[in-house]
């Protein structure tokens, strides 16, 4: 015989509100930003690596967008696993503008870089072409989900840079999960992120840029990027691979003195 389940009740309310709003935070002053135009991920992330920080590149999400390159702060937006007492795709779509999916989008400022916790999933669409859009007239340049997007096809014509996993049909709260919190610290693509930290993108992938090692990464690259030019003038004279890059001693000093010469 079936069980009789007459008597069983509606699942009780949570007291969990949602969303969740992390605090107020600073972003990078636009200085910082226009000082790091010279420095792509690769170099981000060396430098980086060199001083101790080496979780930085956000693995999983590829460049959609061919030869497009962003430099931008960090606004996060964390999606959870699904609970029925709290959150469920079971409803319609509209549920989502609760939520918040729409609550970071209408904070997004010029120069932003949205990115998006996902767990890597292949199955929700974190967004798609309406929210592509308003995110690009509120001047947002580029947009990194460890998961994936919907409407794929219409936002190439919007043409905002993205770095994503992959593509689906599927709404953001369609499947097993849930924008659940929006400028709150973040996991995204193995790399931990916190709302106000840089982020640098480009054909290589995503990398983070701590906010506050931000000048240094910037004033290394320019360094490097100094002695770089005498590097690939020298191997492209013929010099010896372990002479010029990286630098020998003596490489150093012939270099040194070129520097010399281009500043008289």
Not at 26 to 38: A, K, T, V
Not at 94 to 108: I, N, Q, T, Y
Not at 230 to 244: H, I, P, V
Request: aromatic content about 8%; proline content about 8%.
């Amino acid at each position: 015989m079936p069980e009789d389940l007459s008597d069983v009740k509606l699942i009780p309310p949570t007291s969990v509100k949602l969303p969740i709003e992390g605090p107020a935070y600073q972003r990078p002053d636009p200085q910082l930003i226009e000082d790091l135009q010279i420095v792509g991920s690769a170099t981000a992330s060396a430098m980086l690596h060199k001083m101790g920080i080496r979780q930085t590149f956000i693995q999983g999400p590829l460049p959609r967008t061919p030869g497009r390159k962003v430099i931008g702060s960090a606004v996060t937006l964390q999606f959870m696993p699904q609970r029925e007492d709290i959150a469920s795709g079971s409803a319609q779509e509209h549920v989502e503008k609760r939520s918040a999916l729409w609550a970071v989008f209408a904070g997004v400022q010029p120069g932003d870089v949205l990115c998006i916790q996902a767990f890597g999933d292949m199955y929700t669409g974190c967004l798609g072409e309406m929210l592509a859009t308003f995110f690009k007239n509120q001047g947002g340049i580029g947009i990194v989900v460890d998961g994936c997007v919907r409407d794929w096809p219409r936002i190439q014509e919007i043409d905002v840079a993205l770095w994503t996993k992959g593509f689906t049909p599927n709404f953001a709260s369609q499947s097993h999960l849930f924008p659940w919190a929006y400028n709150v610290p973040i996991a995204c693509g193995g790399v931990l992120i916190l709302p106000g930290d840089i982020i640098i993108a480009d054909d290589d992938g995503a990398v983070l840029v701590p906010q506050q090692m931000a000048p240094i990464v910037a004033q290394k690259t320019r360094e490097h990027e100094d002695w770089e030019v005498f590097s690939r003038m020298k191997l492209a004279e013929g010099g010896s691979l372990y002479k010029y890059y990286p630098l020998s001693e003596e490489g150093q000093r012939e270099y040194e003195e070129w520097k010399k010469q281009q500043n008289s």
